[in-house]
Structure formats: C-alpha cells, structure tokens
Nanobody, 128 residues
C-alpha cells in the first residue's frame, strides 16, 4: 500500500505561483513513476505532468508546458509541481498518483489507468 498526501494548494491571483507537494509513504517511492492530474468542476480528471522514477524523464500536458515543472526528491519521498503564470482555467483539484509497473518506471504514464495509487487532492483556485 502507498499513501499519498498532497499539500500546497490555495487561492492565488492570475499570474501568480504555487508549489504543490505530494508526500508518499509505504511502498518504495523511488521505484514509482509519479504523476499529477487535475479535475475542474463538471469535467473529467485530466493529465498535467509525470516524472520517471529517477526524474530523468518528464511529460507535460500542452496546456501547462512552459509554466509548470514537475520534480521529485526521492530522499524525502516527495514529488512537487511548481506552477507559475497561473490562469483561471488552472482552477481545479490537483491529485498526485503513483505508478509501480515496470514499464511505468522508465516511461511515466499519461493516462489515469496507468496509475495504481491516488492522493485525496488539493484545491487550487486562480482568481482573475
């Protein structure tokens, strides 16, 4: 079992920044690919960013390229999402997720189905 706890969400004005954190406990964090997803009211949960077990490979949704950065610190069992130049359309609940399949370690999934464990989410609200 893996427990994932997100933090760092909040209310910010458009153009501002937030850094989300996801602390993991349980199964070996360093063996997992990690991802961030978000879900806005009335919409499906969508992919935001993903990172391989070593941090050497990252993927981003087109909508956040150049504004968001995913990173991880395996010594602290934590993955981060630095969000800059925030827009009102970034408003959503943000979830982190962990993927333990052998293939996921090297090529982090961008589909929800590729992840085994999910956090409870943290709300991000961007005002205009």
């Amino acid at each position: 079992q893996v427990q994932l706890v997100e933090s760092g969400g909040g209310l910010v004005q458009a153009g501002g920044s937030l850094r989300l954190s996801c602390a993991a406990s349980g199964r070996a964090f360093s063996s997992a690919a990690m991802g961030w997803f978000r879900q806005a009211p009335g919409k499906e949960r969508e992919f935001v960013a993903a990172i391989s077990w070593s941090g050497g490979r990252t993927y981003y949704a087109d909508s956040v390229v150049g504004r968001f950065t995913i990173s991880r610190d395996n010594a602290k069992n934590t993955v981060y999402l630095q969000m800059n130049s925030l827009k009102p359309e970034d408003t959503a609940v943000y979830y982190c997720a962990a993927a333990f399949s052998p293939g996921a370690r090297w090529s982090p999934p961008i589909l929800r189905s590729g992840y085994d464990y999910w956090g409870q989410g943290t709300q991000v609200t961007v005002s205009s």
